[in-house]
């Protein structure tokens, strides 16, 4: 497999970049990374490629994905689905959050964590 170096050295600035500057980045190319995401779907069968968090690209094997995660850790711990609330990034279709949403886990919609720390609150407020 060729190594992009150009891609490669992007994706390690991303890693070290702040919240604010992830954040523009994704802002910036919003809309190309669901082109970016089916591209690189073609170039991998038989794997499932999501947008990821800001700046990430989930690719795991089919049905590995965050509703897998979800489900395990429901079963594992013997709560219901009707209990349980996630917050994700991610919750529209294609996104990695998506799953989750779909299989029926009400799902809040972020930004990042700051913004599930204040959902957080309200509902602590009011309960």
């Known amino acids: 497999m060729k190594i992009d170096i150009a891609r490669l050295l992007c994706r390690l600035w991303v890693q070290q970049a702040t919240p604010e500057d992830k954040y523009a ?6 809309d190309v990374r ?16 999501r947008i990821g968090g800001t ?3 989930d690719i ?6 965050k509703a897998y995660g979800i489900g395990r850790l429901l079963e594992l711990n013997g709560w219901s689905k ?3 609330l996630f917050f994700g990034d991610k919750i529209e279709e294609g996104g990695n959050d998506f799953p989750v ?14 913004d ?7 509902i602590n407020a009011v309960s």
């Open 25 to 30: 980045w994704a802002e910036k190319y919003e």
């Open 34 to 49: 669901p082109i970016y995401r089916d591209k690189v779907g073609e170039k991998l069968p038989g794997l499932e490629v």
């Open 55 to 57: 700046t990430s690209t």
């Open 60 to 65: 795991t094997l089919p049905g590995i994905d």
């Open 82 to 84: 009707e209990e349980t």
């Open 101 to 114: 949403k779909q299989m029926g886990v009400d799902s809040i919609g972020v930004r990042g964590w700051e």
């Open 116 to 122: 599930t720390a204040y959902a957080l609150e309200g």
